[in-house]
């Protein structure tokens, strides 16, 4: 949707809300005059995020993004925490019924993703401080008589049915646990916009039906005007959705995705997808990321670089972006020595282990030392026999924590052990391996 042009007013505040996301490619749908309500001042706009998952997804992380661009265009983000909408389940964006958590785990989920989206908003003081508020607290006190006459009269059937994420799931079937979700959404809207003004719901361009679902709600029961903002759905240059890896989700918890492999997340995307990211997750100016481009056309994998390594940081922290770097320095590093291997931290090498092969072997095996060639070939399987363990200590191949084995009666004790647990084992320079006494 074109957007209206800046107020002298707005200039003075570096306000405009819909021109950041048409220039980052981030606008789906709006409804028609929202420009000219955000021009006049500060709106206050919420996402609701269900908490059905463990932590918050890099998915996830493209509404905090939008919310996070709203805060630094002046406006107040408000976040909604589905205490309630995560007992249900959307259909939106399923072809089947999802399995319902139990309270008590949506209930851990939902403090833990608290805890990680306070780390991208300002909750500080200040006229557009952050907000955050549990819809679970609309609907405890509420009786399904008081639900089936105050909210369940608001919409028909028919009006419900003609939404895409319930057109959808006709063929396969929906409960009506699931097709009551957007009664819920659109009530959350109505609350919000009673109890703190709340004109505004965004999210991705799936949940346009329940978010319009909302403005509907405050239109019949308010006489009120609502607005909604959707972002187009993020998918990667091969069609494949956004957010996943080979391995599964990529999360923004260190417990479930590394640091490190959230960071070879973005050093491993397409080259065709690192424009688009670039634009959907950078907090840098657009001059800036233009320039950027322009200087480093010709060398994707430096623009993909600089991505992960504002990410990483943003998301974990300056420590762990350096950490990575101090785990692809021996992985990748063309000259990594016994310097760079012995400052690596218990959970660096954990990190290590994870990415090369590695073998277990019992910590008793060390106490009174263990030969090296059987150590190769007996007890790891790092070489197939003791042969060709010997011909590779001969052809001075074999290297321990970074030093040479130079003899076949060469013995590992439990002083080789790094953080009393972990040895480095290398055959030549680009073979790698990490040996895990248990």
């Given at each position: 949707?074109?957007?209206?042009?800046?107020?002298?007013?707005?200039?003075?505040?570096?306000?405009?809300?819909?021109?950041?996301?048409?220039?980052?490619?981030?606008?789906?749908?709006?409804?028609?005059?929202?420009?000219?309500?955000?021009?006049?001042?500060?709106?206050?706009?919420?996402?609701?995020?269900?908490?059905?998952?463990?932590?918050?997804?890099?998915?996830?992380?493209?509404?905090?993004?939008?919310?996070?661009?709203?805060?630094?265009?002046?406006?107040?983000?408000?976040?909604?925490?589905?205490?309630?909408?995560?007992?249900?389940?959307?259909?939106?964006?399923?072809?089947?019924?999802?399995?319902?958590?139990?309270?008590?785990?949506?209930?851990?989920?939902?403090?833990?993703?608290?805890?990680?989206?306070?780390?991208?908003?300002?909750?500080?003081?200040?006229?557009?401080?952050?907000?955050?508020?549990?819809?679970?607290?609309?609907?405890?006190?509420?009786?399904?008589?008081?639900?089936?006459?105050?909210?369940?009269?608001?919409?028909?059937?028919?009006?419900?049915?003609?939404?895409?994420?319930?057109?959808?799931?006709?063929?396969?079937?929906?409960?009506?646990?699931?097709?009551?979700?957007?009664?819920?959404?659109?009530?959350?809207?109505?609350?919000?916009?009673?109890?703190?003004?709340?004109?505004?719901?965004?999210?991705?361009?799936?949940?346009?039906?329940?978010?319009?679902?909302?403005?509907?709600?405050?239109?019949?029961?308010?006489?009120?005007?609502?607005?909604?903002?959707?972002?187009?759905?993020?998918?990667?240059?091969?069609?494949?959705?956004?957010?996943?890896?080979?391995?599964?989700?990529?999360?923004?918890?260190?417990?479930?995705?590394?640091?490190?492999?959230?960071?070879?997340?973005?050093?491993?995307?397409?080259?065709?997808?690192?424009?688009?990211?670039?634009?959907?997750?950078?907090?840098?100016?657009?001059?800036?990321i233009e320039a950027r481009e322009q200087e480093h056309a010709g060398n994707p994998q430096e623009l993909k670089r600089l991505l992960a390594e504002e990410l990483t940081v943003r998301v974990h922290s300056e420590e762990d972006y350096r950490s990575v770097l101090r785990v692809s320095q021996l992985l990748f590093g063309r000259n990594a020595t016994k310097e760079n291997l012995l400052e690596l931290g218990q959970g660096e090498l954990a990190t290590v282990a994870a990415e090369i092969p590695s073998f277990t072997i019992p910590r008793g095996l060390l106490a009174n030392g263990a030969n090296i060639v059987d150590l190769l070939a007996e007890h790891t399987g790092i070489l197939p026999s003791k042969g060709e363990a010997?011909?590779?200590?001969?052809?001075?191949?074999?290297?321990?924590?970074?030093?040479?084995?130079?003899?076949?009666?060469?013995?590992?004790?439990?002083?080789?052990?790094?953080?009393?647990?972990?040895?480095?084992?290398?055959?030549?320079?680009?073979?790698?391996?990490?040996?895990?006494?248990?």
């Amino acid at each position: 949707m074109p957007v209206a042009k800046k107020t002298t007013e707005q200039n003075n505040r570096g306000m405009n809300f819909l021109e950041e996301l048409e220039w980052r490619g981030m606008l789906q749908d709006a409804t028609p005059g929202l420009d000219e309500v955000l021009n006049k001042g500060r709106v206050t706009g919420y996402i609701g995020f269900d908490p059905t998952a463990p932590a918050l997804t890099i998915g996830n992380y493209v509404q905090i993004m939008l919310l996070s661009l709203f805060q630094r265009s002046g406006h107040q983000p408000l976040v909604l925490m589905g205490g309630a909408t995560g007992r249900i389940g959307d259909p939106s964006g399923r072809d089947s019924e999802r399995e319902l958590k139990t309270f008590e785990e949506l209930d851990a989920n939902l403090e833990h993703q608290k805890k990680q989206i306070r780390k991208f908003l300002s909750f500080e003081e200040g006229p557009n401080k952050a907000l955050m508020v549990n819809n679970l607290d609309f609907y405890k006190s509420m009786n399904v008589l008081d639900f089936l006459r105050d909210v369940g009269k608001t919409l028909t059937v028919n009006y419900m049915m003609s939404k895409e994420s319930v057109q959808k799931r006709l063929d396969s079937g929906i409960s009506f646990t699931e097709f009551s979700y957007q009664l819920l959404q659109a009530y959350d809207f109505q609350v919000l916009y009673q109890k703190y003004n709340c004109i505004l719901q965004m999210g991705g361009s799936d949940q346009w039906g329940n978010i319009t679902s909302g403005t509907e709600f405050i239109r019949r029961n308010l006489g009120e005007k609502a607005y909604a903002v959707t972002t187009p759905l993020l998918t990667k240059a091969d069609g494949s959705k956004f957010g996943k890896s080979m391995g599964g989700n990529i999360w923004l918890d260190p417990e479930l995705t590394t640091p490190y492999k959230f960071y070879q997340f973005w050093i491993n995307a397409d080259d065709a997808d690192t424009p688009k990211f670039t634009r959907y997750f950078t907090l840098k100016p657009r001059a800036e990321i233009e320039a950027r481009e322009q200087e480093h056309a010709g060398n994707p994998q430096e623009l993909k670089r600089l991505l992960a390594e504002e990410l990483t940081v943003r998301v974990h922290s300056e420590e762990d972006y350096r950490s990575v770097l101090r785990v692809s320095q021996l992985l990748f590093g063309r000259n990594a020595t016994k310097e760079n291997l012995l400052e690596l931290g218990q959970g660096e090498l954990a990190t290590v282990a994870a990415e090369i092969p590695s073998f277990t072997i019992p910590r008793g095996l060390l106490a009174n030392g263990a030969n090296i060639v059987d150590l190769l070939a007996e007890h790891t399987g790092i070489l197939p026999s003791k042969g060709e363990a010997r011909r590779a200590i001969q052809g001075n191949a074999i290297s321990v924590n970074k030093d040479k084995v130079d003899s076949h009666e060469h013995t590992v004790s439990h002083e080789a052990l790094l953080h009393g647990r972990y040895i480095m084992v290398e055959n030549g320079k680009k073979n790698k391996y990490i040996v895990v006494a248990e």
